[in-house]
């Protein structure tokens, strides 16, 4: 009996386990890695995020994205005589005075990876190497990648150049809002046709095989061996070299929600074990709660400008984060008001509402008037002056005009007795 009941709690323990195991934050094999929702950049998983690494040819989303937005697909790029003797590494073979569209060009940059197609844009776009470099680190400042600093638009090993998992999420989430970058990094092969200096088709997969795999290697992901290819990838990069390991920026949709993940210094495959593991936990343990919707009212406000008003103050747009499922209530908002002068038009920003997750601020909403809202003052400097004087002039003529019938009414009253009594005296005589 009593080795039944041991046996029966056994299994109850690791039924627990499991169930734990379950809906545990994922673990993850390589060096540092960070999960964020798209939407929001909240942040639902991070390791070591902040720690600095070589990126390798993750380097290549900053590259695409700022070419991306300054050229068209269509321009056309010569390659000088010194870029298919500079480079190493993965490359596509480019030839001095070889041309190609920046389309082309962007493809062997995202998709195999080509060394030589990154250093001609950065050249053609920058004026230089060095020069596109700078417009590198400056628009990852900008985008808040403080730990970050490039060296060269490729990624090929360098001291200074290094970034963090953190940064990366920021940089693939700006450039992931870009329509023509989301295409190319979603492709899953693509082919340059025959140049003035190939006389034959360039053919590429995408290295990524979360999109594209050839390999019959697999990962293992929730107790079973799978193919790399996740279903809903959408992108985006993959990097290697000696020094920063196998990285991999990752992206997913499903079911309107998207999460980007960064998995920095792996070995072989355990990048996209980790992926898998990071996007299976961001889309089973997460979901989409819409926290206000436009137009909704929010509260009345009491101003004072000349006379004391109340308005009415309401949420500019939708709201929508990925929140922790049944956590939905535990989401803090807080009112803040700007300093408000009158007049106001329809629409005019009156402060905003914030929302709170774990101490953590997951998004803002700007708070509007739904209708416009006027002073005395402002009444009278917008065509109504004249208006009040006369309003004012009737006023006074009607006071006016009442003391004097009143006046009238006293005098006429006063006369009628003179006369009554001038009349006693006449008839007494």
Known sequence: MIKKVICFLLLISVFLLNVSAAYAAPGTICQ???????????????????????????????????????????DVITIDDDTPHEIAGSHIALEEGEILTLKDLLYAVMLPSANDAALALAKHYGGSEEK?????????????????????????????????????????????????????????????????????????????????????????????????????????????????????????????????????????????????????????????????????????????NGDSKEISAIAESDFTALVKKDSK???????????????????????????????????TVNLITPTPVKSTLAENSNGNFFFTIIKNILKFAAILIAILAMLKIYNDFRIKLIRKKRKSRYNNN
């Open 132 to 304: 596109f470099v700078k417009i590198m680190n400056d628009r990852a400042k900008e985008l808040g990648a403080y730990n970050t600093h490039f060296a060269n638009p490729h990624g090929l090993h360098d001291p200074d150049h290094y970034t963090t998992a953190a940064d990366l999420a920021l940089i693939a989430k700006y450039a992931m809002e870009n329509e023509t970058f989301r295409e190319i990094v979603g492709t899953d092969r693509y082919e340059i046709p025959p140049t003035n200096k190939k006389s034959e088709t360039r053919y590429f997969v995408n290295l990524n095989r979360l999109i594209h795999n050839t390999s019959y290697n697999q990962i293992f992901v929730d107790g079973v061996y799978i193919d790399p290819t996740y279903e809903y990838a959408t992108g985006i990069k993959t990097g290697y070299t000696p020094e920063a390991g196998n990285t991999l920026v990752a992206s997913a949709s499903k079911d309107g929600t998207d999460l980007i993940a960064v998995i920095m210094n792996g070995v072989s495959l355990e990048m996209y074990q980790d992926a898998h593991n990071l996007f299976n936990y961001g889309f089973r343990e997460f979901e989409s709660a819409t926290l206000v919707s436009k137009n909704t009212f929010i509260q009345n406000i009491e101003i004072k």
């Open 329 to 363: 209530s535990k989401i803090e908002s807080k009112v803040i008001i700007d300093d408000i002068n009158l007049p106001l038009k329809k629409d005019d920003v009156v402060g905003k509402i914030e929302y709170k997750s774990d101490g953590k601020v997951i998004g």
């Open 32 to 74: 540092t890695s960070i999960l964020i929702d798209v939407k929001t950049g909240t942040i639902l998983y991070e390791n070591k995020s902040n720690q600095k690494m070589y990126p390798a040819s993750l380097t290549k989303i900053m590259t695409a994205i700022l070419v991306i937005e300054v050229g068209n697909l269509s």
